[in-house]
């Protein structure tokens, strides 16, 4: 079982920052596609970032020029840098970890992000 270790949510005020980091096992991490969905109360999850094994990055058009996503291969770990927040941004936000060659998915337990106005 692959497991994804989240941290970093938290409580801020709108306009502040917070980063996520997701660390996930090394011998898969360098094949595989790491994103940061979200989940608000009754909304269905989305996706908020991701980042393929190679850099590239896509955004959910509601976070382009305010979150930016980032992995450090070495580490084995996944960031979502928050800038700039809104209370809309207030999710329960998951890594998700998909393997480029089998297409397996793994998730992590989430981690709560509010932003206060």
């Known amino acids: 079982q692959v497991q994804l270790v989240e941290s970093g949510g938290g409580l801020v005020q709108a306009g502040g920052s917070l980063r996520l980091s997701c660390a996930a096992p090394?011998?898969?991490?360098?094949?595989?596609?790491m994103g940061w969905y979200r989940q608000a109360p009754g909304k269905q999850r989305e996706l908020a970032a991701a980042?393929?094994?190679?850099?590239?990055?896509n955004y959910a058009d509601s976070v382009k020029g305010r979150f930016t996503i980032s992995r450090d291969n070495a580490k084995h770990t996944v960031y979502l840098q928050m800038n700039s927040l809104k209370p809309e941004d207030s999710a329960v936000y998951y890594c998700?970890?998909?393997?480029?060659?089998?297409?397996?998915?793994?998730w992590g337990q989430g981690t709560q992000v509010t932003v206060s106005s």
């Open positions: 980042i393929t094994s190679n850099g590239s990055t």
């Open positions: 090394g011998i898969i991490f360098s094949f595989s596609t």
């Open positions: 998700n970890l998909q393997v480029v060659i089998t297409a397996q998915n793994y």
